[in-house]
């Protein structure tokens, strides 16, 4: 059961970004949403597919033309969905919450969006046409994968898919996605692990390595077993394989009652809610003949022993498979590598030989069983402060920038796409690095210590907005502002020690992350940017890092894509994208744009201010960074605020100034027009209204001409002679 996306909702949402949603979520390629003509990307004619960029609306004339082409049926055409898995992807894209209004039994939701999984990622075949993916796709893995058989990769019940959904077309694998399960439910995956169906590795990107799989975003550590639930509950021994592959191609030859299984998260971890599936079993653990295969056999060991029956280590016998004078580093090294050499009985043997153990491998040095000796630090929690020590305790407003930034609080710079944040850290940076006035206004303190990391805007384009900055600042000598261009990720407590020890090494007291969305979370828990309690656990830490080293934590962060910009109360802290980062911030310094950018170089801004320290202030900000058509080198910081109140004044009088000017210009051409009307009617003249008829003007118009005209004395008023009866009518007087 998954929630219902309201309809109208997302009508709405998708209005403006229709040619996105038809890229990212329908997968549609980018060059084909240019107006033109181009072939069908589904059933292949060459030029009978276009969308339409004044009506908004795709087709194709052989194979999709249904709803007059609206986008979300077009998802549902090319996705092969129902309409609610339609809006349920487009709503998943455009980062909308669902209706609270209903539920609906979505099948292929239920199947293939587990709870905590980031499974919009990810474009599953479904139905008959997914099956013949399935298939195809296993046949294919399984000749790219020497001794792995088709039938026996089907046994881990692996779906076909295309992976990643948002990326552009042209970056989209083919993929088998293999679901993993915690024991005791085999209905509800808890992780999927990735395959490409070519039997390559998945091609190294900016934040991860080449890797052979892929664990999907949102996954935790699971089991995959080749075989039915119903056999590994009456299986007597279980093979426990380091990797999926090894498990698949040693299941065909192994004993009756014996079953192959593995871990989705790799030899150097084993999740304790595994364990209990092993119970009064007997585990062969068979791991790769490496250091991280030797690491995984004594982790499982220690685990497994005494809740299995029996726990047995097999080596993998390379030594007397290959020839000893045979170059060490090419000897196999898995249970793959075996089977596809013909040498399986070897392995069947070798944990036929194997003794069980009788002890738990030992702890490696410096565990926790050697520091159970030691006495325990009680948690902050348990030390109770007496209420009249808590009301003597001094505890000093630190202003760094009085009525902006205040010291120890964390902080966000937060706007809409392309909308000055990463200038505006900048500015934060260089005024509180060399103690200048903040955006030509505010008063610096004192003077910081400041580190910038900056992981989206790029080094050339960092470099110019300081060099402008330092320039419109008038600093001449050095300023401790440092910068780097490789985010940490403050989620991963390796990461926050090393920041730990760079802050107090060099002294920092500001750090600015910009922007938060790539330096916070990994591709292992980026699922959690949802649940405000599970942010709450993520940003925890990186309070403490703050709180520990005195310093305060900045960073940039975007507003939600589809959120309505109220011109009343612009750019408030519910705009904030991801769930708990609104509730995580002391400060804030919120930007939205007073008027549309004009690609001029000019911005005009609205710039909210406020923390929890009770300081509050609603700004108007003009930036002028240079004009675009100067190049780098006109790179420019000139910037200026005042009150809102004010510059919403000043813009209400240009308005009322400029629509005075129109209708002034609008007066002085009817009475030009209806001048030269007058003069075509001499000598007799003519009637107000055939006036202005001749003129192009309406009635009333012509009217309030004639008026002026004839103050001036440029028309006067005749008699002119209609049929029977006689008018008043107006003729040029030559003036």
């Known amino acids: 059961m998954t929630a219902r996306y309201d309809k109208d909702e997302i009508k709405a949402a998708i209005s403006g970004h229709e040619i996105e949603v038809l890229e990212h979520v329908a997968r549609i390629p980018r060059g084909n949403l240019d107006g033109r003509h181009h072939g069908c990307h589904l059933c292949g004619g060459k030029d009978r597919a276009r969308y339409d960029t004044a009506k908004r609306f795709y087709i194709c004339n052989q194979c999709f033309h249904s709803q007059n082409g609206d986008v979300i049926a077009a998802v549902q055409w090319a996705l092969g969905c129902d309409f609610q898995t339609a809006l349920a992807e487009i709503g998943s894209y455009l980062d909308i919450k669902p209706s609270a209004n209903g539920q609906h039994d979505g099948r292929r939701e239920a199947e293939s969006a587990p709870s905590g999984l980031a499974t919009d990622q990810i474009c599953f075949h479904d ?27 089907l046994r881990a019940r692996p779906k076909p898919a295309r992976w990643p959904r948002k990326a552009p077309a042209e970056l989209q694998q083919d993929v088998l996605c293999f679901p993993g399960f915690r024991p005791g439910d085999r209905q509800n995956p808890t992780a999927i692990l990735l395959y490409r169906s070519d039997g390559q590795p998945f091609p190294a990107s900016d934040k991860l390595s080449q890797r052979k799989s892929h664990t999907l975003r949102g996954s935790i550590d699971s089991l995959i077993v080749v075989g039915t639930p119903e056999e590994f509950a009456a299986a007597k021994s279980v093979w426990l394989c380091e990797g999926l592959p090894d498990a698949i191609a040693i299941a065909p030859y192994l004993p009756s009652g014996h079953i192959a299984c593995t871990n989705t998260h790799g030899a150097g971890c084993f ?54 004078s045979t170059p060490r580093d090419t000897l196999p090294n898995d249970v793959r590598d075996f089977v596809a050499a013909g040498r399986w009985e070897e392995l069947i ?12 491998p030992e702890e490696p040095p410096g565990d926790e069983a050697s520091q159970e000796s ?44 392309k909308c000055m944040k990463s200038h505006m850290a900048c500015e934060c940076g260089i005024s509180l690095s060399s103690q200048t006035r903040f955006c030509n206004h505010f008063d610096v303190v004192r003077q910081c210590r400041v580190a910038l990391w900056s992981g989206e805007s790029g080094r050339k384009k960092v470099q110019q907005i300081l060099r402008a900055q330092r320039e419109s600042h008038g600093i001449t000598e050095p300023i401790p502002l440092f910068v780097n261009f490789a985010l940490p990720k403050l989620s991963l407590s390796e990461h926050l020690e090393v920041l730990h020890k760079v802050i107090t090494d060099s002294k920092i007291e500001v750090c600015i992350f910009d922007p938060l969305y790539m330096a916070l979370l990994t591709g292992d828990n980026a699922g959690l940017a949802g649940n405000v309690y ?24 975007h507003f939600r894509k589809t959120t309505a910009l109220d011109q009343d109360e612009p750019c408030s802290l519910e705009e904030l994208s991801q769930a708990g980062v609104a509730e995580w911030v002391g400060q804030w310094l919120l930007l939205a744009r007073r ?46 605020i005042r009150p809102v109140a004010d510059a919403r004044a000043e813009a209400k009088e240009a308005a009322e100034r400029r629509k005075a000017e129109a209708r002034e210009q609008r007066d002085n051409d009817d009475r030009r027009r209806m001048l030269e009307a007058a003069r075509r009617c001499v000598p007799d003249g003519d009637t107000q209204t055939a006036l202005s008829k001749l003129a192009g003007i309406s009635n009333q118009r012509g009217a309030d001409a004639i008026r002026t005209l004839l103050v001036e004395g440029r028309i006067k008023r005749v008699e002119i002679r209609k049929h029977t009866r006689t008018e008043t009518g107006y003729v040029a007087t030559g003036r």
């Open 374 to 417: 030691k006495p325990k630090e009680p948690p902050a929690f348990a030390k109770l402060i007496p209420f009249d020590d808590f009301l003597a305790m001094d505890f000093p407003d630190d202003a760094l920038i009085p009525g902006v930034v205040v010291a120890g609080q964390p902080g966000v710079i937060g706007a809409r796409l």
């Open 534 to 557: 599970a942010m709450g656990v993520v940003l925890e830490p990186l309070t403490q890092l703050g709180q520990e080293t005195n310093c305060t934590i900045l960073a940039c962060h």
């Open 349 to 360: 043997d070798a944990a036929k030989a194997a003794e069980p153990l009788t002890e738990p």
């Open 595 to 640: 008027s549309p950018y004009q690609s001029d170089g000019r911005h005009e801004l609205y710039m909210r201010v406020g923390g929890r320290s009770g300081h509050a202030s609603f700004w108007a900000a003009d930036i002028f960074e240079g004009d675009p058509a100067d190049g780098a080198d006109g790179q420019q910081w000139k910037i200026s």
């Open 271 to 324: 999740d304790d809610s595994l364990v209990p599936a092993f119970a009064d079993k007997a585990v062969y653990i068979e791991m790769d003949a490496d250091e991280a295969g030797e690491e995984g056999e004594r982790i499982r060991a220690r685990k497994l022993f005494g809740v299995a029956e029996s726990v047995c280590i097999v080596k993998l016998p390379v030594e007397e498979m290959i020839d000893p």
């Open 127 to 153: 139905g008959a046409a997914g099956e013949i993916f399935r298939q195809r796709y296993v046949a294919s893995w399984a000749a790219a994968k020497a001794g792995l058989q088709a039938e026996q990769i």
